[in-house]
């Protein structure tokens, strides 16, 4: 096959090529790994090292990278990435998979971060699908501090081959919730923040939306075609993951992927704003007695607006005010309008079909319009709570009544709905 993506990498790359060995023939995944102040990254080597091999072959490229400011510390634990990585090729020669690591240094470049380091390895990785034509190779995000289970590759390989109309998709994830390598504390507000995700991520399926997906950097996989097509990986220094899969979406073809697991490290970090390690980090400083979310009730808006997103097809400025009147004041108050009227009937004029009208419509209130709309009417009307009483009380709304209401059961009654709706997806 022809190379598909040498202008786009002439233009949009940051650096010049970094590897020089030629990609195998067939290769088909390639893990991108970004790591600043990671002289563990041999525990991520190991565990992909007792996945089971794939149908194709696979590349692993780790990205070691410091933002301008970084300490000493850190600094030199990157020197010890890089040296423990050379000593593990050296120690598993054999390896099924090829090992590349690009060192950044601390680079001038605005806004350095974990979002620019990804798309410098993602970038890469492009290259390589570049120089063996291959658009349907698949690029894996994954993190530094994770281990996966040990069908990893052969599950994602799987989900994507003989299905051309996949592009994308979210890989399940579960963190550790006990064990000796960290404090009882650090466990404890672990399941509270996984919980609070999987909640998050429940109630947005509970409105109705139709493309409603985790966004965890450590567990996204998408076609090289994809990511060429989204523009690529964002700028973002936190929050890069959510930025990215809203743009994939569109594109069509995401998908949840329920087979495998990625197992995020529940460790504190303070390299971003926000995200888990900073969440914990601040949970544990602050001493906080639980993790307050959205309310529940907050959702029942959303699920009401989008309840007449069929209805809206083929319609005037009259059906369009009549709808907008009838809507919680939450949603009037967030959305004026004139807004509302002027977008419903430009949604309208650009679409032939109810499908499309669909489509578009969900594109414009995606998931990044509806966290706004949830900080919108909890500034105003709603009240956060505790995450275990929210869990228990969306619970009850869906028709599950919960069997035990601490945080460890109900996080498990989560995992359990969610991966039961995935496998019928």
Known sequence: MAAFATEWLSKRTLFPQFITEEPAGDTGIIVVVPAFD?????????????????ACSVEIIIVINAPPGAGIRSVQNNMKCAAAIEKWKHDNVSC???????????????????????KTGMDEALRRFNATGNPDGIIVSLDADCTVGGNYFTAIFDAFSGHQERNACSVSFEHPLNGSGYSAVTYR???????????????????GHPYVFHTIGSAIAFRASAYLKSGGMNRRQAGEDFYMVQKLIPSGGYFNLASTTVYPSPRVSDRVPFGTGATISKLINEDHEDLMTFNPHSFTGLKDLFSFAGSLYGSGEKHFSEIYDSLPPGLRSFLPADEWVAKMAEINQNTSSKEAFIKRFYGWFNMFRMVKYLNHVHRSMFAKVPVMEAAAELLLMTGNKPTQTDAVSLLHEYRSLEKKSDSLS
Do not use: N
């Open 38 to 54: 990671e002289p563990d990254i041999t525990v991520l080597l190991d565990s992909l090292l007792q996945c089971d091999r794939p």
């Open 96 to 118: 099924f998979f090829r090992l590349f690591y690009i060192d950044t240094g601390q680079p001038s470049i605005k806004d350095w971060g974990v979002g620019l380091a990804r």
């Open 189 to 207: 507000y672990i399941v509270y923040y996984e919980l609070h995700m999987r909640y998050f991520y429940r109630a947005m399926e509970f409105t």
